[in-house]
């Protein structure tokens, strides 16, 4: 039996099945004494500190040995717990119901969690299943349960969906793949087992279910499908593939360390995507040639207030600094859509992701945008550095920013504080901007394609909305056209022409951006070894080949049954050293 979904973690897997049922704790409700009151509310206190001790370990591990950006997961979940109005409540309702501390617990939570699922903002939902996963903690700690999945073998996961907790507590090397019946491209569980490099599928459906304990199963998550019942040739096919894929990444992780180079000897620049500062030693490990991207609203995120001035410029110089005369673009904040910050006071918008979001939402709150500008022009002063402005429909757009971005300059002179000069650059992800961006590329210094919102909004599908998924493809003959132009476009004026967005790392789809000149591909750190494996094996004459051909094309499915087919034949070959630079 075979199950189709969404792949969001690349790589094959084969072996037993592990069949996840994540059920809640049993939340037991007792009457207290009066005199035992005080008593439980020190058991409280004790179960919160251990959790904050838990997760302040967890996340430095996760720092350390996995990415910044999983570790951020769990540090917002550390903020939940610091959030002191959801203690006062559960320790009010232990007061005042003289209940015990697990009921209080669950009875606050779950009032917090419908609250947050009523709302539309996406972002809010998965703060619901946030808090649950931090109360599931807690509640572990209150019962005295031991929160570490113990795993006597290597297995394949089926589960409905799996927690933050649940994907990074399991055993190191006992994962052989995800598969979840629900979640999507950005849910928790994909992001950590992209991090952890896991294949994984979601989106499966109740199907997952139909799987027997301990049988072996085949999981793809470059196609999505997870076989429930294989047969013994297809086990052994998929038994090969997975270890010539164990090969292939020990040798991409020792040439991802070398430029990449076409075989015949033109470079693309391949730079990392990071959320915060810390990710800047990631993206060194796997071999980024710099930052392409630095997303920094996550410095907004899972707080009262914004960050200051000083705060942000210490974090701007030290991705600066820690890059080492690399490219570092950065992008301003990227607020509204799926990424709302609620002491912003924005108003719920019925259409968010057409509203007020990205640059259009910061130059309605000037101050805010000052700040930011203020502190990216102070960090230039330290190395290299790239302002890239999102949501820019327009050349009104970036001329408004630039004015304003040269009026900060000048109160920076004026008080005698040290700025560099960063290249200017735009986000090309609005229609309207490709087909405008001829005219953009002579008022600034470099363009970032953000596929994922020129997908979306190219072919009008919501990214967040699971019912028009299978119609969201970056691939689609009128995205690859707009993709064209603005390339073309860059080109012509003397730009710098780099993407960002997540297409950048479909394996199947690089030589087709290779072909249509991109310079620069900007991935996730943990993808950079692949994508560099991918250019090494082209000559840019093929790369071209293909992406004329795809230009050609009529539909998605043709582009990707022609990208499909040229990654078979790249991946076929051996890797060539040389075209590596080992």
């Not at 617990?105 to 609250?115: D, S, W």
């Not at 290299?384 to 009026?407: T, Y």
Request: net charge negative.
């Amino acid at each position: 039996m075979k199950l189709k979904g969404l792949g969001v973690s690349a790589g094959v897997a084969v072996g037993p099945a592990r069949v996840w049922h994540n059920t809640p704790l049993r939340v037991p409700q007792r009457s207290l004494l009066l005199e035992q009151i005080e008593a439980e509310l020190e058991r409280l206190d004790q179960a919160l500190a251990v959790t904050r001790d838990e997760l302040r370990s967890l996340t430095e591990r996760l720092r350390t040995d996995v990415s910044a950006e999983v570790a951020a997961i769990f540090e917002a979940h550390a903020e939940m717990l610091n959030d002191p109005a959801l203690v006062d409540e559960v320790q009010a309702q232990i007061r005042s119901l003289q209940v015990n501390a697990e009921h209080a617990l669950a009875e606050v939570v779950g009032h917090y969690t419908a609250a947050l699922r009523t709302l539309e903002d996406e972002y809010m939902r998965q703060r619901a299943a946030d808090l649950e996963d931090v109360a599931q903690r807690v509640l572990r700690h209150l019962e005295g349960r031991d929160a570490t999945h113990q795993l006597e073998t290597p297995v394949i996961i089926l589960a409905d969906d799996l927690t933050p907790s649940d994907t990074a507590q399991f055993p190191a090397g006992m994962v052989l793949g995800f598969a979840t019946a629900g979640g999507g491209a950005t849910s928790h569980t994909a992001i950590l087992a992209r991090a952890l490099g896991i294949p994984a599928i979601v989106g499966l459906g109740d199907g997952v279910w139909q799987a027997q304990e301990g049988t072996i199963v085949t999981l793809d998550g470059d196609t999505g499908v997870l076989d429930l019942a294989p047969s013994a040739a297809e086990i052994a096919a998929f038994e090969r593939k997975q270890l010539e894929q164990q090969q292939r990444q020990a040798s991409e992780r020792t040439a991802a360390q070398a430029p990449a180079i076409t075989a015949d000897g033109v470079r693309v620049e391949v730079l990392a995507n990071i959320a915060l500062p810390g990710g800047c030693s990631d993206a060194l490990r796997w071999g980024a040639e710099g930052i392409g991207l630095f997303r920094t609203e996550f410095l907004f995120l899972d707080r009262r207030e914004p960050p200051g001035e000083e705060e942000q410029y210490l974090a701007y110089r030290q991705v600066v600094e820690h890059m080492q005369g690399r490219r570092v673009l950065i992008r301003t904040a990227d607020i509204g859509g799926d990424k709302n910050i609620p002491y912003l006071l924005v108003e719920q918008e019925p259409n968010p992701f057409l509203g007020w979001r990205g640059s259009r939402l910061l130059w309605g709150m000037a101050p805010l945008l000052q700040t930011q500008m203020r502190a990216l022009l102070r960090a230039s002063a330290h190395g290299p550095l790239g302002i890239m402005f999102p949501m820019i429909s327009g050349l009104n757009d970036l001329r408004a920013l630039r004015r304003l971005l040269e009026e900060v300059r000048e109160t920076l002179h004026t008080e005698r504080t040290p700025v560099g000069q960063p290249a200017i650059g735009v986000m090309i992800e609005v229609p309207s901007a490709a087909l405008c961006a001829e005219q953009l590329a002579r008022e600034c210094d470099f363009f970032s394609i953000g596929t994922n919102d020129l997908a979306q909004y190219t072919l009008a599908c919501d990214r967040t909305n699971p019912r028009v998924a299978h119609l969201l493809d970056p691939l689609h003959p009128a995205v690859l056209r707009l993709i064209a132009q603005t390339i073309r476009a860059g080109r012509a004026a003397g730009i710098h022409v780099g993407m960002c967005g997540e297409l950048a790392a479909d394996l199947s789809a690089v030589p087709i951006l290779v072909g249509l000149g991109l310079q620069e591909l900007s991935v996730s750190p943990a993808s950079i070894p692949a994508v560099k494996r991918v250019i090494g094996q082209l000559t840019l004459a093929r790369a071209q080949g293909i992406a004329d051909a795809a230009l050609e094309l009529e539909t998605a499915e043709e582009v990707r049954a022609l990208a499909a087919a040229t990654l078979q034949t790249l991946t076929a070959s051996p890797i060539d050293e040389v075209a590596h630079g080992a």
